[in-house]
Structures are given as structure tokens and as C-alpha cells.
């Protein structure tokens, strides 16, 4: 039981509660004391992360994501080895929300703890704080016998945005035996100031799984890589549609008027989104070959498809 002395009956009441025999009681307590609490509380809530009851503790762990202060942050990520897998993942989730970089003091010596699920955990809390100590545990991940933390090192690694993780982040897009992470690799090169990522992204583009290869096909649409401009036509005949669809609309953010004949057959696909996608890609090229063609499918019976030829035609000045 914490230390801290209460004035707020109500508040005192709810803390004796806490100590009763029955769990039910304690956790119906948290409950309620979540409801009227405000952060000069966080202690009793701290206190539950250790009660001999999951549900309790699973209550308590609920109840903190509204704070972020170091003695919640740390009560937390004590709580990623809990031996309820409920309480693990639910402490996971609510670290993930952290906002502060300052809580990256006490996620940053957890990053190479023993267990996976620990240190994927811990990565994905440091993401969004984008601290310059997440970098070289970041890379150190990246050779994690585990997949899930090398998918989170590369999340971190990509919003660092930092030009040392480059080689690494290329290797990885190439190489890793686990797709998810070849995907996660391959968009986190987006921050690339330059092209020397083309080559790992090419890779991608011919990866056996259609997943990695819609990611290159997008990742190389944001970079706006002309060098890449064939490559992406060839993949608006992917046997997957999700991929064609990537690569029209990174065909259009090349602006490139080769692809003008490519995207004019992708049209006619029966995938409306597809013919969508391909409308506003002309669009976006401006080239007035294309008017004809869009002219004709200006009846198209999807209303998105219709509404994008509007859009492309009056980009283009027909």
C-alpha cells in the first residue's frame, strides 16, 4: 500500500477498498477510483500492478494509460513479464501510447532484455519518442533471432530517420527471412534523401510475396525514383491487384508521360479501385494524350471512378 496520505474521503475510502481479501472487491475499487482519480493518485494504481490478482493488475494497467510519468512508465514495463499473458499485452499496448520522450529513460534499459516479447515491446513504446538513444539499440534489434523485435527495430530506426541505419535497413528489406520485416524495411527506407536505396527497393519489387512488393511499389512512388519508372509499369501487370494499385499511384507521383499508355489500359481492369487509381495517376501526369481515353470511361459505373476521370480531365485541361 502506498505511503501517501489522502485528504478526499472518498479517496480514503476507495484505498481501504483496495486492501480488502476478496479481488473482486479490489478491482471493482480501481474501477471506481479511475473514474474520480486525477494523477496525485497514480501510486494506488501503481501499487495494484503488484496485486496477487491478474485482474486486479489488469485493471491497474487499464487505468494508467491516462498518465505518463516515470513511476507509471517503470510500474508498466515491470509488467511486460507478468505471467498473465493478458496483463503482458495490455501493459504492451498501453506503453505503445507513450508520448513523452523523457519516458524513454526507463524503456531504454529494457531494450535488450532477455525476453522477445519484453524487447519488442520496448522498442515499440520508444517509436514514436524519437530519442537519439533508441538508435543503437534500434540496430542492435535489426539482428534479433526473434521477428517481431526486428519489426519493431525497424519501426524506430524509420521514424529516427537517421542516414546510419540506411545499409542496414537495406539489407534487411532484402534478405530477412520473415516477409512482414522485409515489408517493414522496405517502407522505412521513405526517409532516403537520395537514390541509393533504388536498388534494395527493385528487390523488393520482384520479392515472391505481394505484400513486400506493394510496399517497394509505394516506397518508390513517395521517393519519386524516375529511375524506377519501368519497373513499375511492368508491375501494373502484377498477378495481384493490391500491387498494381500501388504502382499506378506512385506512377503519377513520378509525373513521367511514358507510363501514359500503361495507365490507360489499367482503365479497363475490373478492379474499381484499380481504375481509379489510374484515372487520378493520368491526372497527375497532365498529358493530354490521355483524354480520349478518360473521356470514354467517364460513364464508368462506380461513382469513385467517375468522380477520379472528373478530377484527371480537369487537371489536365480538357
Do not use: C
Not at 517509436?127 to 540496430?139: K, T, Y
Not at 525514383?225 to 498494381?244: C, F, G, K, S, T
Not at 499508355?261 to 489499367?266: F, G, N, R, S
Not at 484515372?279 to 494524350?289: M, N, R, T
Request: net charge negative; no cysteine; hydrophobic share 50%.
Amino acid at each position: 500500500m502506498s505511503d501517501v496520505v489522502y485528504d478526499d474521503p472518498e479517496i480514503q475510502a476507495l484505498g481501504l477498498r483496495l486492501q480488502d481479501d476478496d479481488s473482486t472487491v479490489r478491482r471493482i475499487a480501481l474501477r471506481n477510483l479511475a473514474d474520480i482519480a486525477d494523477e496525485e493518485h497514480a501510486p494506488l494504481f501503481i501499487d495494484a500492478l503488484r496485486d496477487p490478482a491478474a485482474e486486479v493488475r489488469l485493471e491497474a494497467v487499464k487505468a494508467l494509460e491516462a498518465w505518463e510519468t516515470l513511476p507509471v512508465v517503470a510500474g508498466l514495463v515491470a509488467r511486460l513479464s507478468d505471467p498473465d499473458a493478458e496483463v503482458r499485452e495490455a501493459a504492451s499496448l498501453t506503453l505503445a501510447e507513450l508520448k513523452l520522450p523523457v519516458s524513454s529513460a526507463e524503456l531504454l534499459p529494457h531494450a535488450l532484455h532477455r525476453d522477445a516479447f519484453v524487447r519488442a515491446s520496448v522498442l515499440r513504446a520508444l517509436r514514436e519518442l524519437r530519442v537519439a538513444g533508441s538508435l543503437a539499440p534500434g540496430l542492435a534489434a535489426l539482428a534479433d533471432p526473434d521477428a517481431a523485435v526486428r519489426r519493431e527495430a525497424v519501426a524506430v530506426l524509420g521514424y529516427l530517420k537517421h542516414a546510419d541505419a540506411l545499409a542496414s535497413l537495406m539489407k534487411l528489406g532484402a534478405a530477412d527471412p520473415e516477409p512482414e520485416v522485409r515489408r517493414a524495411a522496405l517502407g522505412a527506407l521513405g526517409y532516403s534523401s537520395d537514390n541509393s536505396v533504388l536498388a534494395a527497393l527493385l528487390s523488393g519489387l520482384a520479392d515472391p510475396v505481394w505484400q513486400v512488393r506493394e510496399e517497394a511499389a509505394g516506397t518508390l512512388g513517395k521517393l519519386a525514383l524516375h529511375e524506377a519508372v519501368a519497373e513499375l509499369i511492368v508491375a501494373l501487370d502484377d498477378d495481384y491487384w493490391q500491387v498494381r494499385l500501388r504502382a499506378a499511384r506512385s506512377l503519377g507521383r513520378l509525373r513521367l508521360a511514358v507510363a501514359v499508355p500503361a495507365l490507360i489500359e489499367a482503365l479497363r481492369h475490373s478492379i474499381s479501385n484499380l481504375r481509379k487509381e489510374a484515372a487520378l495517376a493520368l491526372g497527375e501526369i497532365g498529358e493530354a494524350a490521355a483524354l480520349p481515353a478518360l473521356a470514354l470511361v467517364a460513364d464508368d459505373p462506380d461513382p469513385e471512378v467517375r468522380k477520379a476521370v472528373r478530377l484527371a480531365i480537369g487537371q489536365i485541361g480538357g
